[in-house]
């Protein structure tokens, strides 16, 4: 449960790991940001099999559809 939810907050909440290091501390988990960063490695290997089998999944379709839309960013100059 650790682990998905250090995943979900740094790749779907968008929350970088330094900050999660501090969410943890304040919690009165002292867990360094390089452990968090060592985990976040690791699970991703731990994962390559589930993202080949979809791969291969969607690489079956003859045609696969993408949602283009822009998105608004602000210019960092």
């Given amino acids: 449960g650790l682990l998905a939810q250090v995943l979900v907050?740094?790749?779907?909440?968008?929350?970088?790991?330094?900050?999660q290091e501090g969410i943890f501390g304040r919690a009165g988990l002292?867990?360094?940001?390089?452990?968090?960063?060592?985990?976040?490695?690791?699970m991703g290997v731990q994962l390559q099999p589930l993202v080949d089998a979809l791969k291969?999944?969607?690489?079956?379709?003859?045609?696969?559809?993408?949602?283009?839309t822009p998105v608004a960013m602000l210019d960092p100059g």
């Avoid at 002292?30 to 985990?39: D, E, G, N």
């Fill in 9 to 19: 907050a740094k790749y779907q909440d968008h929350l970088p790991l330094y900050r």
């Fill in 30 to 42: 002292a867990i360094p940001q390089s452990t968090l960063a060592h985990w976040v490695g690791q």
């Fill in 56 to 68: 291969e999944e969607l690489l079956a379709f003859p045609v696969l559809h993408a949602d283009e």
